[in-house]
């Protein structure tokens, strides 16, 4: 009979321990986030998102993995998802989440979505890019704008040229800033950089529609076209006024050289604003952001977003959602991006704390989005698979380094690397 | 050598021993070796040779993001030989791999000879030479691209101190690029070459040099007909090595170049990573991967071979 | 052996001064990646900006130092390097024994018990050393997930055995050739068995090229990041990880002499270990290592 009670009382304690241990579960679903935010400022910014996290009760496993705009990151996340364990959720961006999709490894985010109400929140374009096979599987957390122009106006001014508006006007203003005795063009020449460079001018020379049939669509009569001739007969004009020591410098190297005022111009998404603020210069005032020559109209996105990947642990899965409604929350996005230089991917925030450049970002943004202006980066991994854009940014980057490559051709040869699958 | 031939003949004996006489613990002292060894050659045969088959699975593969099992047949060849990166990035390892290990082996040597001449505060020096090895170019690639940077270092140096027209930019050339991972590479490795040199020089029966000096003959005479043959070994050793850090270079190219300008200095190692890992692209990575390696067995079993034949024949 | 130690002539005196010039020339190119390294970590960041980067600190301080240390940002915490570095050593140091164990018993197999085959099996070690290591990330991956320490720190251990193990077993039989088999044919013949032999006889023997094998190992290990970046688990990253991190960041500012100071203090272990048992490893060397 004691021995009785005794089995009875421990299996009363075993099952109240595992009843409390399932408690404590709920408590502490441990949410592994592997991300490359690593960088002094995006990292306090996502340091917030973890803050938030564990006020709802949940534990944010760190796995931050910098390097070559998440290269190595994807390397961890392939042999994370090969040897059966995934982490909860990954910063991937762009049709790699279609592809990742199509693997069937991502967690469902509809329901949240739903709660959310994101369909209202987001514009179509970026809610495209969020889905696949109609369903939400990611979650947006910034709006980056990549055909930006960064200028130093005393350098204009001691040159004695207005601002090119148009990729007719520059050359001219190039050639007089060249005699004054200061760089034109502060370049980095990586390929990542030239290509982006490169898209800013396929868009400011053949405007969003011909951006969107030749670097989205990928349609082979634009992409070896005259239109498409005339892009790279630019962008050889480019070349021509950046310095010599250009090549493998690093972009906010560039970035210096614009703040130093030994350059005038640099074509770079908006994370450039970060340099300038750490230098100490206010917008408008030290510097200028305006929209790469000819694309004021147009805005090439390049958009940071959260999937989540397939759990077995049901605590892990409500952290997730949790996690998914965190991001999209006005409050981290507006801490978010303040440090980033990019605007909330949420549109009608209220933008008070944010600087001019951002403001001007998110006008255009909504401005574009209802002109049907609004079009992925290729350079960023935005537009089309990273096996095409990889094709295609060899292509660029091999006319960029090589004097002697007629415009024709390489518009041939992009042509060729767009069938790369 | 003719060590190595008794060996054998003694391996054999303990063998028949073990047959005349067979008690259970003698039975299990002749398999000892043998089980000792098996953990290595299971290692081996699965990580390495078994790894090896898959990854030549996967070049036959329509493999993209992930592995996928099908039969494509050869396409991802194909793919490979028609893409001019590729090619450039096989151009690009037999120019750094023939330079870094022809220097190497030279800057090992010399070096290894003036450190050789009882030389005060040996020890101190022979530290400096050394420590490179010991850091990784994750650690050193910022320095060495500061260093090579024309706006930043060698060439701003030379321009601060009044040589207007000096130039040092190969870092930023795309046809000299491939030698600056040279010039950080021997620096990482031509120490240990050195080292590795120094221990052969020491090795050397004092008494044969001795005897040349009596003879009459100089010293640069008896290192060239003497003591640098005498390293025969050596040599060996440190090609092996040389020839294996050039294969897999990657920290250092990933570190100082990127691959670039444009990809003007990718290497094999850069190529498959970046296809195989970046551009989803995993059949063909897998395809490039089996290239770097038939390329080495073509250079380094035929090396190996006569090397390790020669001795013991003669 | 070389004796050029007593200048007689004047000749003999021009050859030293160019044995000692270019002595000291080579060091400067060896010592530059680390001036610059050392100089640019007491810098402050405006000085660096302004100032040319082979230049002197005009003041030098720790700060950089301090905050690679304990608040530099790896991730979404800011606690510099400190966590990262015993991480690092919670795995470097089994690994390096475990293959450094393995290593010299297997050279004492292949030199002291051969049979037939076994060259061959050397030779097919050897061969393996070539394979380029971003090919084995995604079959490892799955071969640790099969076998339950996908990320974890046995994993990586494992890992590093596995790969460290032909360099081990190849300085080890090569040092154990040049023993001659007298010894161990008296000790045979005496009745003595294969561990009796190698823990009387091999071992106490075997001194420097385990120093060899141990500094060659522990550089290996420490300074490796591939493995580390993919088979460790998020919170026991390597130290080299998180030195990428905080030097690879591609948008935000560079904080160079953060950087700079987070590269030394990573290299700390393995510059330690080299300075301190150089010595050893050329001695190592010299007994036997480099002998075909």
């Given at each position: 009979?004691?021995?009785?009670?005794?089995?009875?009382?421990?299996?009363?304690?075993?099952?109240?321990?595992?009843?409390?241990?399932?408690?404590?579960?709920?408590?502490?679903?441990?949410?592994?986030?592997?991300?490359?935010?690593?960088?002094?400022?995006?990292?306090?910014?996502?340091?917030?998102?973890?803050?938030?996290?564990?006020?709802?009760?949940?534990?944010?496993?760190?796995?931050?993995?910098?390097?070559?705009?998440?290269?190595?990151?994807?390397?961890?996340?392939?042999?994370?998802?090969?040897?059966?364990?995934?982490?909860?959720?990954?910063?991937?961006?762009?049709?790699?989440?279609?592809?990742?999709?199509?693997?069937?490894?991502?967690?469902?985010?509809?329901?949240?979505?739903?709660?959310?109400?994101?369909?209202?929140?987001?514009?179509?374009?970026?809610?495209?890019?969020?889905?696949?096979?109609?369903?939400?599987?990611?979650?947006?957390?910034?709006?980056?704008?990549?055909?930006?122009?960064?200028?130093?106006?005393?350098?204009?001014?001691?040159?004695?040229?207005?601002?090119?508006?148009?990729?007719?006007?520059?050359?001219?203003?190039?050639?007089?800033?060249?005699?004054?005795?200061?760089?034109?063009?502060?370049?980095?020449?990586?390929?990542?950089?030239?290509?982006?460079?490169?898209?800013?001018?396929?868009?400011?020379?053949?405007?969003?529609?011909?951006?969107?049939?030749?670097?989205?669509?990928?349609?082979?009569?634009?992409?070896?076209?005259?239109?498409?001739?005339?892009?790279?007969?630019?962008?050889?004009?480019?070349?021509?006024?950046?310095?010599?020591?250009?090549?493998?410098?690093?972009?906010?190297?560039?970035?210096?050289?614009?703040?130093?005022?030994?350059?005038?111009?640099?074509?770079?998404?908006?994370?450039?604003?970060?340099?300038?603020?750490?230098?100490?210069?206010?917008?408008?005032?030290?510097?200028?952001?305006?929209?790469?020559?000819?694309?004021?109209?147009?805005?090439?996105?390049?958009?940071?977003?959260?999937?989540?990947?397939?759990?077995?642990?049901?605590?892990?899965?409500?952290?997730?959602?949790?996690?998914?409604?965190?991001?999209?929350?006005?409050?981290?996005?507006?801490?978010?991006?303040?440090?980033?230089?990019?605007?909330?991917?949420?549109?009608?925030?209220?933008?008070?704390?944010?600087?001019?450049?951002?403001?001007?970002?998110?006008?255009?943004?909504?401005?574009?989005?209802?002109?049907?202006?609004?079009?992925?980066?290729?350079?960023?991994?935005?537009?089309?698979?990273?096996?095409?854009?990889?094709?295609?940014?060899?292509?660029?980057?091999?006319?960029?380094?090589?004097?002697?490559?007629?415009?024709?051709?390489?518009?041939?040869?992009?042509?060729?690397?767009?069938?790369?699958? | 050598?003719?060590?190595?031939?008794?060996?054998?003949?003694?391996?054999?004996?303990?063998?028949?021993?073990?047959?005349?006489?067979?008690?259970?613990?003698?039975?299990?002292?002749?398999?000892?070796?043998?089980?000792?060894?098996?953990?290595?050659?299971?290692?081996?045969?699965?990580?390495?040779?078994?790894?090896?088959?898959?990854?030549?699975?996967?070049?036959?593969?329509?493999?993209?993001?992930?592995?996928?099992?099908?039969?494509?047949?050869?396409?991802?060849?194909?793919?490979?030989?028609?893409?001019?990166?590729?090619?450039?990035?096989?151009?690009?390892?037999?120019?750094?791999?023939?330079?870094?290990?022809?220097?190497?082996?030279?800057?090992?040597?010399?070096?290894?000879?003036?450190?050789?001449?009882?030389?005060?505060?040996?020890?101190?020096?022979?530290?400096?030479?050394?420590?490179?090895?010991a850091l990784s170019f994750i650690v050193t690639g910022t320095a060495w691209k500061w260093i090579l940077n024309p706006e930043l270092g060698i060439e701003r140096l030379l321009h601060d101190w009044g040589f207007e027209n000096a130039r040092f930019d190969w870092l930023i050339d795309p046809e000299m690029a491939i030698y600056t991972v040279v010039v950080a590479a021997v620096w990482q490795s031509s120490g240990f070459v050195m080292a590795l040199f120094l221990a052969g020089l020491r090795g050397i029966d004092d008494s044969i040099i001795k005897a040349a000096q009596v003879d009459g003959a100089s010293m640069p005479t008896i290192y060239r007909r003497i003591i640098i043959p005498s390293l025969r070994p050596v040599f060996f050793s440190s090609f092996m090595i040389l020839t294996h850090i050039a294969v897999k270079s990657f920290d250092l190219v990933m570190a100082l170049t990127n691959g670039g300008p444009g990809f003007a200095s990718d290497v094999p190692a850069t190529?498959?990573?970046?296809?195989?890992?970046?551009?989803?692209?995993?059949?063909?990575?897998?395809?490039?991967?089996?290239?770097?390696?038939?390329?080495?067995?073509?250079?380094?079993?035929?090396?190996?071979?006569?090397?390790?034949?020669?001795?013991?024949?003669? | 052996?070389?004796?050029?130690?007593?200048?007689?002539?004047?000749?003999?005196?021009?050859?030293?001064?160019?044995?000692?010039?270019?002595?000291?020339?080579?060091?400067?190119?060896?010592?530059?990646?680390?001036?610059?390294?050392?100089?640019?970590?007491?810098?402050?960041?405006?000085?660096?900006?302004?100032?040319?980067?082979?230049?002197?600190?005009?003041?030098?301080?720790?700060?950089?130092?301090?905050?690679?240390?304990?608040?530099?940002?790896?991730?979404?915490?800011?606690?510099?390097?400190?966590?990262?570095?015993?991480?690092?050593?919670?795995?470097?140091?089994?690994?390096?024994?475990?293959?450094?164990?393995?290593?010299?018993?297997?050279?004492?197999?292949?030199?002291?018990?051969?049979?037939?085959?076994?060259?061959?099996?050397?030779?097919?070690?050897?061969?393996?050393?070539?394979?380029?290591?971003?090919?084995?990330?995604?079959?490892?991956?799955?071969?640790?997930?099969?076998?339950?320490?996908?990320?974890?720190?046995?994993?990586?251990?494992?890992?590093?055995?596995?790969?460290?193990?032909?360099?081990?077993?190849?300085?080890?039989?090569?040092?154990?050739?040049?023993?001659?088999?007298?010894?161990?044919?008296?000790?045979?013949?005496?009745?003595?068995?294969?561990?009796?032999?190698?823990?009387?006889?091999?071992?106490?023997?075997?001194?420097?090229?385990?120093?060899?094998?141990?500094?060659?190992?522990?550089?290996?290990?420490?300074?490796?990041?591939?493995?580390?970046?993919?088979?460790?688990?998020?919170?026991?990253?390597?130290?080299?990880?998180?030195?990428?991190?905080?030097?690879?960041?591609?948008?935000?500012?560079?904080?160079?002499?953060?950087?700079?100071?987070?590269?030394?203090?990573?290299?700390?272990?393995?510059?330690?270990?080299?300075?301190?048992?150089?010595?050893?490893?050329?001695?190592?060397?010299?007994?036997?290592?480099?002998?075909?």
């Open positions: 009979m004691k021995i009785r009670t005794g089995i009875v009382r421990s299996c009363l304690i075993v099952a109240f321990g595992a009843g409390l241990t399932v408690a404590t579960g709920v408590q502490a679903a441990e949410l592994e986030v592997l991300h490359w935010w690593t960088a002094g400022g995006e990292a306090k910014s996502a340091a917030e998102l973890k803050k938030i996290l564990e006020s709802k009760g949940h534990k944010w496993k760190d796995f931050a993995v910098a390097g070559g705009g998440g290269e190595n990151a994807m390397t961890v996340l392939k042999s994370r998802v090969v040897s059966g364990n995934p982490p909860a959720a990954a910063q991937i961006k762009g049709p790699s989440i279609g592809e990742w999709g199509a693997e069937g490894v991502l967690s469902n985010l509809d329901e949240v979505a739903k709660a959310g109400g994101w369909d209202g929140l987001l514009p179509p374009v970026v809610t495209k890019v969020m889905k696949h096979d109609g369903h939400y599987v990611a979650v947006p957390v910034n709006v980056h704008r990549v055909n930006w122009m960064w200028a130093n106006p005393e350098v204009f001014k001691k040159a004695g040229v207005e601002i090119p508006k148009t990729w007719d006007e520059f050359p001219a203003a190039a050639e007089k800033i060249q005699k004054a005795g200061f760089v034109p063009v502060a370049h980095g020449g990586q390929p990542w950089q030239d290509f982006t460079v490169f898209e800013s001018i396929a868009l400011g020379v053949g405007g969003a529609d011909f951006y969107r049939k030749a670097l989205v669509e990928l349609d082979q009569a634009t992409l070896k076209g005259a239109t498409m001739e005339k892009v790279f007969t630019t962008f050889a004009g480019v070349r021509k006024y950046t310095d010599k020591d250009s090549a493998n410098r690093v972009w906010n190297q560039a970035t210096g050289m614009i703040i130093n005022g030994k350059a005038a111009m640099q074509f770079m998404g908006d994370w450039a604003k970060g340099e300038f603020s750490s230098a100490g210069k206010t917008p408008g005032k030290d510097y200028v952001c305006v929209a790469a020559p000819g694309s004021a109209e147009a805005f090439t996105f390049n958009i940071d977003s959260l999937v989540m990947f397939e759990q077995s642990s049901g605590d892990v899965r409500k952290g997730q959602q949790d996690l998914a409604t965190a991001v999209m929350s006005p409050a981290f996005q507006e801490v978010f991006n303040l440090n980033k230089g990019s605007i909330p991917a949420r549109m009608n925030m209220n933008l008070d704390k944010f600087d001019d450049c951002a403001k001007l970002s998110a006008r255009d943004f909504e401005a574009a989005a209802k002109r049907g202006a609004l079009v992925p980066s290729i350079a960023h991994q935005m537009a089309v698979p990273a096996a095409t854009a990889g094709a295609m940014q060899d292509v660029v980057t091999q006319f960029f380094n090589s004097a002697n490559m007629k415009p024709k051709d390489a518009a041939e040869k992009l042509a060729r690397a767009a069938l790369t699958k | 050598m003719d060590l190595t031939a008794q060996r054998v003949t003694l391996a054999g004996d303990a063998g028949a021993g073990a047959e005349a006489k067979p008690r259970l613990a003698d039975r299990i002292d002749a398999w000892l070796p043998k089980i000792v060894l098996a953990p290595t050659f299971v290692c081996a045969l699965v990580f390495i040779y078994g790894y090896i088959l898959w990854t030549a699975v996967l070049s036959v593969t329509p493999s993209r993001m992930l592995p996928k099992y099908e039969f494509a047949g050869i396409v991802q060849y194909e793919a490979l030989f028609g893409n001019e990166r590729w090619w450039l990035a096989l151009k690009n390892l037999a120019l750094f791999g023939g330079t870094f290990v022809l220097v190497c082996l030279a800057v090992g040597l010399l070096l290894a000879i003036l450190l050789d001449q009882k030389i005060r505060g040996e020890g101190f020096i022979r530290s400096i030479y050394l420590y490179p090895m190529f498959m990573y970046a296809f195989a890992f970046t551009r989803n692209q995993i059949g063909l990575g897998a395809a490039s991967a089996m290239m770097m390696l038939m390329i080495v067995v073509a250079v380094i079993v035929p090396f190996m071979y006569s090397e390790l034949r020669r001795p013991r024949n003669g | 052996m070389a004796e050029l130690s007593q200048p007689r002539d004047t000749g003999r005196l021009i050859g030293r001064v160019i044995v000692y010039g270019l002595l000291v020339l080579v060091c400067v190119y060896y010592l530059m990646p680390l001036f610059v390294m050392v100089t640019t970590s007491l810098k402050s960041l405006d000085e660096i900006r302004a100032g040319n980067l082979l230049s002197l600190p005009q003041d030098p301080n720790l700060d950089a130092w301090g905050k690679a240390w304990s608040s530099a940002c790896t991730g979404i915490q800011c606690e510099g390097l400190a966590g990262f570095f015993w991480n690092s050593v919670s795995f470097v140091v089994p690994a390096v024994l475990i293959s450094t164990l393995i290593g010299a018993v297997n050279g004492y197999v292949l030199t002291m018990w051969r049979f037939r085959g076994s060259d061959l099996l050397f030779g097919m070690l050897m061969i393996g050393c070539f394979i380029p290591f971003q090919v084995v990330l995604l079959p490892m991956a799955r071969t640790l997930g099969a076998m339950g320490i996908a990320n974890s720190t046995t994993g990586l251990v494992f890992v590093h055995v596995v790969y460290g193990l032909a360099f081990t077993t190849l300085f080890f039989r090569n040092y154990y050739v040049t023993i001659p088999d007298e010894l161990v044919k008296a000790a045979k013949i005496d009745g003595a068995g294969f561990w009796l032999i190698f823990r009387r006889i091999i071992l106490p023997l075997s001194a420097p090229i385990i120093v060899v094998s141990i500094i060659w190992q522990f550089t290996q290990v420490w300074n490796d990041f591939l493995f580390g970046v993919v088979f460790s688990s998020g919170d026991r990253q390597p130290i080299t990880v998180a030195l990428n991190n905080l030097v690879n960041t591609s948008t935000g500012v560079k904080e160079y002499n953060v950087d700079m100071a987070a590269a030394i203090i990573a290299a700390l272990p393995t510059l330690f270990v080299y300075v301190v048992a150089g010595k050893y490893f050329v001695r190592g060397l010299t007994a036997g290592a480099v002998k075909g």
